[in-house]
């Protein structure tokens, strides 16, 4: 049986990294997918077309999840296309990492807006629908810097420890509408962001995960597909660390 047969989901920031793996995840559960990034390349036409060729529905659309305007008229394209959101994945995020000494008020109102203030974006957008259908499951991701800090990440890190705030919040306010509303707080997933970190830094990471290991986006993935399916039907308002026992 596939977990999310007849279900549709948005996932924001998808073109790559973990929303492209959540994507294939998902089809491959049977949910129909639509997608959204900054742009529509290529190679996001092309994560499309192998979407399409699991047999479900699926749609790329060129959007700034920090954009409350466009984050609206993004949704409504969505709707009209799809007619039903059952799971929206609020996935895109950056990092603009430094200490505070040398921190920019532009660093940190960038990852305040993609980080934070596009989940507050999208899960405003969809609620209608999601209270029309009295049916939804709202997935953030956070990260284990927003459960525990970070130096040399107090931006980012407070951009997802708020996010942790608006789902506990979100969970209580929409619960009666049977509406769930919970946050993935992944460790160190190997992606293209943490491509960026050193390699003699990425071992000591690696070395200090007690599952001695970084985890892949499917690992992140599977937990979005049991958070997204019926078979959370009772979890809402939590906090799942996937991070190898990093947080614990
Ligand atoms: P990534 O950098 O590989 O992918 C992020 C995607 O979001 C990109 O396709 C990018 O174009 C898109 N994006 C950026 N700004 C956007 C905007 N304003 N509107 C729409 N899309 C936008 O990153 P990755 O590693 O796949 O991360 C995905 C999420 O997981 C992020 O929220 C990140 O903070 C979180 N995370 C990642 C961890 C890791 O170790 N990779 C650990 C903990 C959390």
């Not at 707080?185 to 001695?212: N, Q, V």
């Not at 959370?232 to 990093?246: I, R």
């Amino acid at each position: 049986m596939k977990l999310l047969e007849g279900k549709t989901a948005i996932v924001t920031g998808a073109a790559r990294g973990i929303g492209k793996s959540i994507a294939l995840a998902f089809a491959d559960q049977g949910a129909n997918v639509a997608l959204t990034d900054l742009s529509v390349t290529e190679e996001f036409e092309a994560l499309i077309a192998e979407l399409e060729a699991k047999g479900v529905k699926a749609k790329a659309y060129a959007s700034n999840a920090a954009d409350f305007e466009q984050t609206q008229q993004t949704v409504d394209a969505i709707v009209a296309d799809f007619q039903q959101v059952d799971i929206l994945v609020n996935n895109a995020g950056i990092t603009r990492d430094t200490l505070l000494m040398r921190m920019t008020e532009e660093m940190w109102d960038l990852v305040m807006d993609v980080n934070l203030k596009s989940v507050f974006n999208f899960t405003k957008a969809v609620q209608k629908t999601m209270l029309k259908q009295k049916n939804g499951s709202i997935i953030n991701m956070s990260s284990v810097v927003g459960v525990s800090g970070n130096a040399g990440q107090s931006n980012y890190s407070a951009s997802k420890a708020g996010i942790i705030g608006f789902t506990k919040s979100i969970a209580r306010e929409l619960g009666s509408r049977n509406i769930r509303c919970n946050a993935i707080a992944p460790g160190f997933i190997i992606t293209e962001m943490t491509d960026k970190i050193p390699a003699d830094k990425r071992k000591e990471w690696e070395e200090s995960i007690p599952l001695k290991r970084g985890g892949t986006p499917l690992d992140v993935a599977n937990a979005c597909i049991f958070l997204g399916s019926d078979l959370s039907s009772y979890v809402s308002g939590q906090v799942l660390n996937v991070c190898g026992a990093m947080n614990t």
